[in-house]
């Protein structure tokens, strides 16, 4: 069965940290940008970082730059995301996903006119004091 697992969401007080994992099951990410997006009840999708796995070029949102980072662990199918400095702005549920445009590029990641090739179910994640 072809599909993306997210794990790692949970509930975090402001200035703390967390890391997320997304694991593929019946496909290899081979030939893609692998990355996260993010929504946020009322707020527009949010594509906020992205891990090519050809060459391990990353991208990242404005919004969190410095406090993210992407990385992908080959042997284990696997992209995490570390994020620190959380902020009760970056509540949302974050969603991994593929996108094999040029054959992984993360030139696109999270522009709205992106269709993406795999989608994981979503993990909430939840920044309050």
């Known amino acids: 069965q072809v599909q993306l697992v997210e794990s790692g969401g949970g509930s975090v007080q402001p200035g703390g940290s967390l890391r997320l994992s997304c694991s593929a099951s019946?496909?290899?990410?081979?030939?893609?940008?692998i990355g996260w997006l993010r929504q946020a009840p009322g707020k527009a999708r949010e594509g906020i970082s992205c891990?090519?796995?050809?060459?391990?070029?990353?991208e990242y949102g404005d919004s969190v730059k410095g406090r993210f980072t992407i990385s992908i662990d080959k042997t284990k199918n696997t992209v995490y995301l570390q994020m620190n400095a959380l902020q009760p702005d970056d509540t949302a549920v974050y969603y991994c996903?593929?996108?094999?445009?040029?054959?992984?590029?993360?030139?696109?990641?999270?522009?709205?006119?992106?269709?993406?090739?795999?989608w994981g179910r979503g993990t909430q994640v939840t920044v309050a004091s």
């Open positions: 891990i090519s796995h050809s060459d391990g070029s990353t």
């Open positions: 019946g496909f290899t990410f081979d030939y893609y940008a």
């Open positions: 996903a593929t996108d094999s445009w040029a054959m992984g590029n993360c030139g696109r990641w999270g522009r709205n006119d992106v269709t993406y090739d795999h």
